[in-house]
């Protein structure tokens, strides 16, 4: 199922809007995952490739540019799958996706976790979300 040419993935799409939820919105700004030093960076990023996107200047997927929660989810897909032309193409979104995410991606296959000054783990993080969907469900 591997393909290592495209920068979407469903699955990785939804469970980053659960993620984006965590902290009660879905709105791409992941409060639950990211310290506080980092929201301007993140919303100023985050803008200026939405407008990018819009403009026909990313490889970016064109429905990241819907709203900021889209833009979150299409971004990580990105991220996750392709981390390689990610970093080369968006070296700061990338920064701050490896500190939301508590990454530290080296390129194509490097999936190491690092701590990266997040109060919690991305993995702490997936079992709190998947304790939030039981309880919802």
Same mark, same amino acid.
């Given at each position: 199922f591997l393909n290592e040419s495209q920068k979407d993935n469903t699955g990785i799409h939804e469970f980053v809007h659960l993620l984006d939820k965590a902290d009660g919105a879905t709105d791409g700004m992941p409060e639950a995952l990211l310290h506080q030093q980092y929201t301007i960076p993140w919303i100023k *990023?985050?803008?200026?490739?939405?407008?990018?996107?819009?403009?026909? $200047?990313?490889?970016?997927? /064109?429905?990241?540019?819907?709203?900021?929660?889209?833009? =979150?989810? /299409?971004?990580?897909? *990105?991220? =996750?799958?392709?981390?390689?032309?990610?970093?080369? @193409?968006?070296?700061?979104?990338?920064?701050?996706?490896?500190?939301?995410? @508590? $990454?530290?991606r080296g390129g194509k296959g490097g999936r190491r976790q690092e701590a990266l000054g997040n109060d919690q783990s991305f993995y702490q993080q997936v079992k709190k979300v998947k304790m939030l969907f039981a309880a919802w469900r």
């Open positions: *990023y985050m803008s200026e490739a939405i407008h990018h996107i819009k403009t026909g $200047q990313s490889d970016i997927d /064109v429905y990241g540019a819907t709203n900021h929660a889209e833009f =979150f989810a /299409v971004a990580a897909e *990105y991220f =996750f799958n392709r981390p390689d032309l990610f970093k080369t @193409n968006h070296p700061e979104l990338f920064t701050l996706m490896e500190k939301i995410f @508590n $990454q530290r």
